[in-house]
């Protein structure tokens, strides 16, 4: 098939629940494994239970929302 997942993987970092491109192991990041963050940071992963009840990142949302779209000619919003 053609579908292709998103690039990107949440990951729980740091109190919050971040985005990042880095590849996934395919079990998840383990704890302690540092990501690149959507939001520019380089943060530790939590890969605990509890920690994806965490909030999510804005910065990492809105960014991972770009990534997730597909691409519009400008011309439908110029005006
Ligand atoms: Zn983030």
């Not at 998103?6 to 629940?17: I, N």
């Amino acid at each position: 098939m053609m579908y292709r997942p998103h690039f990107f993987s949440w990951v729980p970092a740091d109190g919050l629940r971040h985005a990042s491109t880095d590849a996934k192991p395919f079990r998840g990041y383990p704890t302690g494994f540092v990501v690149a963050t959507l939001c520019g940071h380089q943060l530790a992963a939590e890969n605990t239970d509890l920690a994806w009840f965490w909030e999510t990142c804005r910065t990492c949302d809105d960014k991972a929302h770009e990534l997730a779209k597909t691409p519009t000619p400008p011309a439908a919003s110029a005006r």
